[in-house]
Structure formats: C-alpha cells, structure tokens
C-alpha cells in the first residue's frame, strides 16, 4: 500500500521509528579551541557508521564555518516526525537541513545534507542581529522541529543578562519570526525545551544567564545557589506561562529535558548537573496530571566520590571529591532505558524505566574521568569524560563524546581535553565497543545527531 507522507524518515509512532533501518552516518559539530592566532572556524563532521563499510568509525566529510569563534554547541532538523501530526501546518517538509547555533557567537547556520550527505553544504547564516532584533534574545542553544514551526531555546538577551526564552524560526526560508512566549510569569533563566505534543504543553529547564555561564562555572553563584533550579511548564497554544516547578534551591543547574517519546505517557527526565549540599548528581521525574499540573521527584541520585586534592582541579580541592556532573541524558525511543553522563567521575550509566517512577541501573561503563582518566582499549588513558550521550532509534548503539563547554573543559580538565568519540552497545549487556574510537586531533567534539533521526531529534503524533 502506498504511503502519503511526505518524507521517508518521518514515523507516526516510536515503533516505526525504532523498526526503521539502522543509521549509517552521524553528524558531529566540533569546537576548535586554538589559541595564540591558531584558531580555525568549528565544523561539523559526518561520520561513517555502517559497520561493512571501509570507511566505518572515520570523519569522511566536514563543513567549515564561515567565521571563526562560533561555539558550536547543540543542532537539530528543520523538520522531523512531528510533520505527521494531523494538524501540522507543512505537511510538505523533508529532513533535510541541520541548523547549527554558535553559543558564543550566536549565527545561526542552516546546512543542507540532501544532496550528498557525506558533503553538507552551507546554505544560510541567520546573523546574530535579526535574532536580536525580531526576538529579543541571544545564544541559540536547542533546535526542535514542531509542527507549526522550528523551535529554538536561547540562554538570554543581546546583552548577556535574562530572560532566556524560546523563539521560532520560519519553515520555509527559516528567518526569524519572534519571540515564542506571551507571557513569561516569573521566569528568567533557560535552557532546554520540549513538549508533550497531545496535551499542548511545554517544559522548559534552567542553567544561566550567559553572563553567569559564558567565562566559566562562577563558584559564588554556585554556592549562593543562583543557577537554575526549576522547570517551567507552559501553556503551548497559549503561548502562556502556568507553573513553575521548583527542584530546590541546592539543586544547580537543571539541564537536558527527554519527555517519553509515546505521546500517551505525559512524563519526562531531567538532569541535574550538581547538589550544592554534597556534590551529588540526580534525575528527576515530572509527571503532569490529569488537572494539568506538574509535579517532580527525584528518581536518581548518584553520590560524588573522594579524591586526593592533588587529583582535582584547583576548582574542586577545597570539597575533597569528584562530583559525578550529569550533563547529559538520553531515553531510548521505547521509552525502556534511560542513560546518563557522568562527566566529572567518567562514567555512562544505563538505566531501566519501564517503572518510571522506580530507575533500576542495568548497566555501567567508566570512560576518562577527571581522577581515574578509565583507557578506552583503542586509546589509553583518556581525558574528559562521557559527555553528551546519542541513542539510535532501535535503542541498540549508544555514541558518546567528551567536550562540554570550552570555559568549563579549562576548569574540570585544565590539563586540556583531547577530543573523542566511542561507540556503546546496548543490546543486551551494556559494553564498549573496542573497536570503535575516533580522535578529533585538536577539536572537541559535542552533540551528535543521527542520519534520518534520532532518540533526541523527533516527536511522534501517534501511540502505536
């Protein structure tokens, strides 16, 4: 039976998508940290991922940015499966740009991977001035692909202070339209975004403004607990703020947001970085109620380990410990596993959530790390640590890599960070994968993304 849809990546529900053909490229943005009049513009990198390919686990394309200093960051598709919905306004889209933020330098860059995509090509730059001046904002971080249109977060306004917030750009020639919001309430720090698409709501997260987060961690504000400890939960058609959720004030930086893929299940993880209490990490749970109400718990907390002051940064001698740092998570597209980044201790943690409410760690896989730097069997002794974590549609590979910001690298890594990305199966048992370990010699790699989709790019219309 023929299909009416408009691109062949695109899947009603998370089983189709987790059915489809596995990926066999990924794309990664990297940062290039040279100094002393060394610098080169970042890139972004596609990656051999079929395993019968020659070429598998190396770069076998790169785009180079037009300008030097951008922080390339987080990217996401123009497009994705959330096209299917019934009341999605361009039915007619494909999957076939990646928009590209600079954190730092704020452009905005549209790439085309459709006609080769091993040989991306740039086909945009939104400049940082008409994102200022139609929206109000600045430091595009997260790019979702909605219905009506493309969603991206920012860290806060052109001059560096709050609010953050959410602006949309236009499907068709991807100019900016304005700011998302109508009305704000109290809120005033962002980050990460996304929704529950069948009860039109949205959950927004917290770091800081970039002034508090652009020259590195800021040590008075962390212990005075002024980065962000709360989740907003809005009101989408409305375009209207309804409640704030409070995580409590110790509990710093509350970072990647992964609501359930099934759009029945009205819950979702979020990553906490730090405690200021005792340095531990969490994972809270949001459920939203049948009132439309949100509430939080905390489901998963994993303690910081002692350590030698002599093995830390100057930064963490005073506390005696590593704290985990969970900068990242993923769910899988099943809804099944959960997994989380310990960027400071150098350790992925794979999780079973079918019980949401009650985590159960299946698994565990140490990588770097700021004391024990765990060899990976292709490498040695690593630097850096399991960072921003990617899961593929079937939930069975799992790619990781080890740069978080280069302010903060400097301060949890002084000693610099090699660039890195490894492969994980999570088929069964949850283990390395030896073979696989791709070095980016003088760059530092972040968020991968996944040919034709990914378990952090699309949003699904139907249950089943």
């Given at each position: 039976m023929a299909l009416l849809k408009p691109d062949p990546t695109f899947h009603a529900s998370p089983g189709e998508a987790a059915a489809a053909p596995p990926e066999t490229l990924g794309y990664v943005v990297t940062l290039n940290t040279g100094t002393n009049g060394d610098k080169a513009p970042d890139a972004l990198c596609v990656v051999d991922l079929d395993p019968s390919s020659s070429s598998y686990g190396t770069v076998v394309g790169r785009l180079d940015m037009p300008e030097i200093g951008d922080e390339l960051h987080h990217f996401g598709w123009n497009a994705c499966s959330s096209a299917l919905c019934p009341w999605a306004a361009h039915p007619h889209v494909e999957r076939r740009y990646l928009l590209i933020p600079g954190l730092r330098s704020s452009r905005l860059h549209v790439v085309d991977v459709k006609g080769d995509p091993r040989q991306p090509k740039l086909e945009k730059v939104v400049e940082a001035d008409e994102i200022a001046r139609k929206a109000g904002y600045s430091r595009p971080h997260t790019i979702h692909c909605g219905p009506d249109g493309i969603y991206v977060s920012a860290l806060g306004a052109p001059d560096g202070d709050g609010p953050g917030g959410i602006f949309l750009l236009d499907h068709e020639n991807f100019s900016v339209k304005s700011a998302w919001e109508q009305d704000r309430g109290p809120q005033e720090l962002a980050y990460d975004f996304w929704w529950h698409i069948a009860y039109d709501t949205i959950v927004t997260s917290e770091w800081g403004t970039p002034n508090m987060v652009e020259d590195g961690l800021i040590g008075e504000l962390l212990l005075g607990n002024k980065y962000g400890h709360q989740l907003h939960v809005w009101d989408w058609k409305k375009r209207k703020h309804v409640q704030a959720v409070d995580l409590g004030a110790e509990h710093q930086m509350v970072l990647e947001l992964r609501p359930a893929h099934n759009p029945r299940n009205a819950y979702g993880f979020v990553g906490v970085v730090t405690s200021t209490a005792d340095l531990s990490a969490s994972v809270f749970l949001w459920r939203r109620a049948?009132?439309?109400?949100?509430?939080?718990?905390?489901?998963?907390?994993?303690?910081?380990?002692?350590?030698?002051?002599?093995?830390?940064?100057?930064?963490?001698?005073?506390?005696?410990?590593?704290?985990?740092?969970?900068?990242?998570?993923?769910?899988?597209?099943?809804?099944?596993?959960?997994?989380?980044?310990?960027?400071?201790?150098?350790?992925?943690?794979?999780?079973?959530?079918?019980?949401?409410?009650?985590?159960?760690?299946?698994?565990?896989?140490?990588?770097?790390?700021?004391?024990?730097?765990?060899?990976?069997?292709?490498?040695?002794?690593?630097?850096?640590?399991?960072?921003?974590?990617?899961?593929?549609?079937?939930?069975?590979?799992?790619?990781?890599?080890?740069?978080?910001?280069?302010?903060?690298?400097?301060?949890?890594?002084?000693?610099?960070?090699?660039?890195?990305?490894?492969?994980?199966?999570?088929?069964?048992?949850?283990?390395?994968?030896?073979?696989?370990?791709?070095?980016?010699?003088?760059?530092?790699?972040?968020?991968?993304?996944?040919?034709?989709?990914?378990?952090?790019?699309?949003?699904?219309?139907?249950?089943?």
């Open positions: 049948d009132d439309g109400t949100v509430s939080a718990k905390k489901v998963i907390s994993i303690p910081a380990e002692p350590a030698e002051a002599d093995q830390l940064p100057p930064l963490l001698q005073p506390f005696g410990a590593v704290p985990p740092l969970v900068t990242d998570i993923a769910l899988s597209v099943d809804d099944s596993a959960l997994f989380v980044s310990c960027w400071g201790t150098g350790e992925i943690k794979r999780y079973d959530v079918t019980d949401p409410d009650n985590p159960r760690e299946t698994g565990s896989v140490r990588l770097g790390g700021i004391v024990e730097r765990t060899a990976h069997p292709a490498a040695g002794a690593l630097k850096g640590g399991p960072q921003m974590v990617e899961v593929s549609r079937d939930g069975k590979r799992i790619y990781l890599t080890n740069s978080l910001y280069a302010a903060w690298d400097e301060q949890f890594y002084p000693e610099g960070i090699d660039g890195w990305m490894v492969k994980l199966d999570a088929e069964g048992d949850f283990r390395l994968d030896p073979d696989f370990f791709l070095e980016f010699h003088g760059e530092r790699p972040h968020q991968v993304r996944l040919e034709g989709g990914d378990a952090s790019s699309d949003s699904y219309c139907f249950p089943d």
